[in-house]
């Protein structure tokens, strides 16, 4: 959380009737004016921590912006990299290998960014640094090494609904993209993975599992008190058998969510930045491969050093924008209403809000400082 004011600042650049061409035109003088200029210091190295997107997904940020966010910062003469963690389903984003592949395939190379992609949580979403946790649940958070390796993050959030956390911004994009695998399933989950039905007893998850938790026999079992609860045996399971109880509360989720957030922060003070694109904003997090229709018109991108309030921000514009036409809305919505609550009645997203200010994370009173729109056709 920012010294000194008790209100944050959050920098708008707004989207008008030009789309894309308004966020390009504008987006350095975004990056300019806005408070990041200090996470690109000299010769730093910055994690430009992003949602690559699951395979046929398309409403992460794009390459175009990113490319323009990395120019920025190797101007100011930082050296980044783009990066995220595996995640704990299979998917195509499951290890580095594939995480990677999906990557390329959605404009993420070298040759079109500039900077290089490295998978935050190595091969197999194994490479992990425990931090301590200063929260109410837990005592501390397994992130991804390069993430806690790099001398500064610039947390690139594309802004959307989350069918667990209501919305999904700057604090999920750190705070559970930024775990490695364990630290995803601890956070979802109460429990231990189990074996489905379909087994094939192939032994391949026995043969990795580092606790010697899981015996082989007409199908594989799991030793729920040896088991470490590291996840390697989701990953590996060429049947897909090994399955996740996705049992946790919404409100502790996002509370654990927080809290991993906290470590965080308190390891990087003040080395992390956050930008959040308001663009296609689907009702579903972009782990689901199924494109879906935004529920507001894009409606510009923050910039913030503070990620509690550059949620706030973004959630507050959001539901303060028109619905857009053939959204996932319910017919009942009223205009002016809460749109997150709306798509998903049974989550309050506040609660993620609520407890970062809580745990000294951030804080929910912003300033909103917008670009002017008059330089846009000047800039860029
Ligand atoms: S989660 Fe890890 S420790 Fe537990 S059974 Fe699977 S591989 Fe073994
Ligand atoms: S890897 Fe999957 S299919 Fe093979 S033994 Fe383990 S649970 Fe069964």
Not at 289 to 316: C, E, F, H, N, R
Request: hydrophobic share 40%.
């Amino acid at each position: 959380m920012p010294d000194g004011p008790t209100k944050s600042r959050v920098h708008l650049l707004r989207v008008y009737d030009g789309g894309a061409d308004d966020i390009l035109a504008r987006l350095d003088r975004l990056l300019q004016e806005s408070d990041l200029r200090k996470i690109a210091a000299k010769d730093k190295i910055v994690a430009v921590k992003l949602h690559f997107g699951e395979s046929s997904e398309t409403g992460h940020v794009k390459p175009l912006f990113v490319r323009r966010v990395v120019s920025w910062l190797l101007q100011e003469g930082a050296r980044p990299f783009l990066t995220d963690t595996n995640t704990l389903y299979r998917g195509s984003r499951s290890d580095t290998v594939l995480h990677m592949r999906t990557a390329a395939e959605h404009g993420f190379t070298y040759s079109a960014v500039g900077a290089p992609v490295v998978i935050a949580d190595g091969l197999r979403g194994t490479s992990e640094v425990r931090l301590p946790v200063a929260g109410q649940i837990l005592k501390e958070a397994a992130v991804g090494s390069e993430l806690v390796k790099a001398d500064s993050i610039l947390a690139v959030t594309h802004f959307k609904g989350h069918e667990l956390s209501g919305f999904g911004g700057a604090i999920k994009n750190l705070g559970m993209g930024g775990a490695s695998r364990a630290g995803k399933l601890e956070q979802h989950s109460t429990t231990k993975p189990y074996v489905r039905q379909g087994c094939i007893a192939c032994g391949i998850c026995a043969s990795w599992c580092p606790a010697d938790a899981i015996r082989v026999g007409e199908v594989a079992q799991i030793d729920e008190q040896t088991c470490i609860g590291c996840g390697e045996c989701i990953a590996v399971c060429p049947e897909k058998v090994v399955g996740i109880r996705w049992n946790e509360s919404t409100d502790v989720f996002q509370r654990k969510m927080v809290e991993y957030l906290k470590a965080i922060t308190s390891l990087k003070r003040d080395r992390i930045g956050y930008l959040s694109f308001i663009t296609d904003v689907h009702p579903l997090c972009d782990c689901y491969g199924t494109a879906k229709v935004p529920i507001v018109p894009d409606l510009g991108v923050l910039a913030s050093v503070d990620p509690i309030a550059i949620d706030q921000a973004s959630y507050d514009l959001v539901n303060e924008a028109p619905a857009a036409r053939n959204s996932s809305l319910s017919e009942g919505y009223r205009a002016g209403g809460d749109k997150f609550r709306d798509l998903h009645p049974d989550v309050d997203p506040t609660v993620q809000l609520r407890y970062g200010e809580e745990l000294g994370v951030g804080t929910r009173n912003y300033e909103l400082i917008e670009i002017a729109e008059s330089a846009r056709s000047s800039a860029g």
